[in-house]
């Protein structure tokens, strides 16, 4: 996508989520009309023109806010998985997902789905009766949804990696709890 053509002055997201990158990688996009105008908040060895000077000179563009060291395997894995995305095809991880959400959504009982019934997205919100101690047993049958505050619910987070199976596992295990 071309962030550019939004007109936005700074653009930030994870790449650990949907993107199916490492925790920790994610990327920052910001205007090079506006980025000599930002002032870093963190002095570091690598944001400098010469570490030892003084006064220091920061560096110009983005690498005026490089404080340290980095850790690059995040950043090389989100390459990767971008690459993956890329190559399998957006639309048809769309299609994957709403396919695997739609089935999940038909199991429910009606009264039980927070989220719309026709889903938007593989986030899917649902009425348990006490959600913390469903996310535990859950946790323990190695199933992973979270709970949520309010409402007070559980989320689960329906991705193209997921199987039909583990949608039909994911349902039978939360009938439990209605």
Do not use: C
């Amino acid at each position: 996508m071309d962030v550019a053509e939004w007109g936005a002055d700074a653009v930030a997201a994870a790449g650990h989520k949907w993107l199916l990158g490492l925790w920790g990688s994610g990327f920052l996009y910001v205007d090079s009309g506006v980025t000599e105008s930002l002032q870093p908040r963190t002095v570091g060895y690598r944001s400098v023109e010469t570490p030892t000077a003084d006064p220091f000179t920061f560096k110009s563009g983005a690498r005026r806010f490089e404080v340290g060291s980095a850790n690059p395997a995040p950043h090389v894995a989100l390459g990767e998985a971008i690459a993956t995305i890329t190559d399998v095809g957006v639309s048809r991880i769309e299609a994957r997902i709403h396919r695997l959400t739609s089935r999940f959504v038909e199991q429910l009982p009606p009264a039980r789905l927070l989220s719309p019934a026709t889903p938007e997205s593989g986030l899917v919100t649902v009425d348990v009766d006490e959600p913390e101690q469903t996310v535990k047993r859950l946790a323990d049958e190695g199933i992973v949804v979270r709970s949520l505050p309010e409402p007070s619910a559980v989320r689960a987070s329906i991705h193209a990696v997921n199987t039909e199976s583990e949608i039909d596992r994911l349902t039978a295990a939360l009938a439990v709890d209605f």
